[in-house]
């Protein structure tokens, strides 16, 4: 109970403040900024704005997502001679709500396109990927073996 109560180093207080608090992982957590285009930018400029992502959502003037241009199929059509985002748009993409738990989008973020994180109001706030939760992953994972060690060694 002691560990509990005067945890003894950075990785413990960590550990035991998240389990006191509760905390779950959810996706406003780990979200990063979603990057967006209008629907008539052509296939360069998209590709300049994904940049290292995996993909850019087309929103709406109400600012919810309506499409998902994904940075690999941007990059064949684009070499095949294309220009119009419209050729590689994916319409039917998976969204998630900011109150959604780690536990459930972790299977829908391994099918490897970007999920749109919306508000209540179904406007786009961030996106998340395979890569992003990875992270999280790993960040618990230095906690738990953190604690491990001063806990149990």
């Known amino acids: ?44 400029h998209a590709l300049e704005v994904i940049d290292d992502r995996f ?21 064949i059509a684009l070499a095949s001679g294309s220009t119009d985002v419209s050729s590689v748009l994916v319409e039917e993409f998976d969204s998630t709500a900011a109150r959604t738990t780690f536990n459930d989008i972790y299977a829908e973020a391994g099918k490897g396109r970007s999920l749109a994180v919306i508000d209540d109001d179904g406007k786009l706030i961030g996106a998340i990927h395979l890569r992003d939760i990875m992270k999280e992953m790993g960040r618990v994972e230095r906690l738990i073996d953190g604690f491990e060690r001063e806990v149990f060694m």
Do not use: H
Request: hydrophobic content about 40%.
């Open 1 to 44: 109970e002691e560990i509990l109560t005067q945890p003894a180093t950075g990785y413990v207080a960590e550990f035991v403040q998240d389990v006191d608090q509760g905390r779950v992982i959810d996706v406003k957590t780990i979200m990063v900024d979603a990057k967006t285009i209008d629907a008539g930018a052509t296939l360069s």
């Open 55 to 75: 993909g850019a959502f087309i929103v709406n003037s109400d600012g919810k997502p309506t499409g998902l241009v994904p940075r690999e199929e941007a990059i």
